[in-house]
């Protein structure tokens, strides 16, 4: 089955520690990119990536960081989580040349 | 900017009730995406309109989109419970993967 899936689909952390959200597809996508939906605010792009190795801010990429070493993985690192990243979080990938955008069934990461 | 501002921010109808959300663009857009989201759920892709003036239709839902590709709006005919979610806009932005997202417009449908 085609899907994105990512990985916790809840996270209760505390400030300053460090966290990975990992998201992976398996449609061979070469876009992946990663969101922030806050109330009211819809969903922000944080950082995506158009390629292996090849990555780029979104919106409000401060305090996180992604790698892309391979094509099917793209991680979303919190070096160190502060409460105002309390926030639901989304990966999405989509086809190069479509921009139908595919999402994964989300993180809530809860920082204390 | 590149924002695009949706409305109404919240819509409770009666089953049976048709449903518009608006999505407004204080500049041209390329083109218009629309998304639904139920309640604990992801996102799922609806639709893209690209032309001028388009419009597309799927079963009880009608998008359209401005004769000045500044605007979009998405109808529902006769809300069933199914309906009830939160429906986005998206606009892309400079640079491919680059994509800007409404606010949302979250209905609540009553049987």
């Known amino acids: 089955e085609a899907q994105v899936t990512q990985n916790p689909r809840y996270l209760i952390t505390v400030t300053g520690k460090k966290l990975t959200v990992t998201c992976s597809q398996n449609m061979n996508h070469e876009y992946m990119s990663w969101y922030r939906q806050d109330p009211g605010l819809g969903l922000r792009q944080i950082y995506y990536?158009?390629?292996?190795?090849?990555?780029d801010k979104g919106d409000v990429p401060e305090g996180y960081k992604v790698s892309r070493k391979e094509k099917r993985n793209f991680p979303l690192i919190l070096e160190s989580p502060s409460p105002n990243q309390t926030s639901l979080y989304f990966c999405?990938?989509?086809?190069?040349?479509?921009?139908?955008?595919?999402f994964g069934s989300g993180t809530q990461l809860s920082v204390l | 900017g590149q924002q695009v501002m949706q409305i109404p921010q919240y819509q409770h109808v009666q089953e049976g009730e048709d449903f518009t959300t608006y999505c407004n663009s204080s500049t041209t857009l390329s083109n218009i995406q629309w998304y639904k989201q139920r309640p604990g759920g992801h996102p799922v892709f609806l639709i893209q309109l690209v032309k001028s003036g388009e419009v597309k239709k799927q079963k009880r839902l009608t998008f359209q989109f401005g004769e000045a590709k500044k605007n979009s709006s998405l109808h529902i005919t006769a809300t069933q419970t199914t309906d009830v979610g939160t429906y986005f806009c998206a606009r892309r932005g400079y640079g491919f993967n680059k994509f800007y997202f409404g606010s949302g417009t979250k209905l609540n449908v009553k049987p």
């Open positions: 999405a990938s989509s086809l190069k040349g479509d921009e139908k955008l595919f």
């Open positions: 990536s158009m390629n292996v190795e090849v990555t």
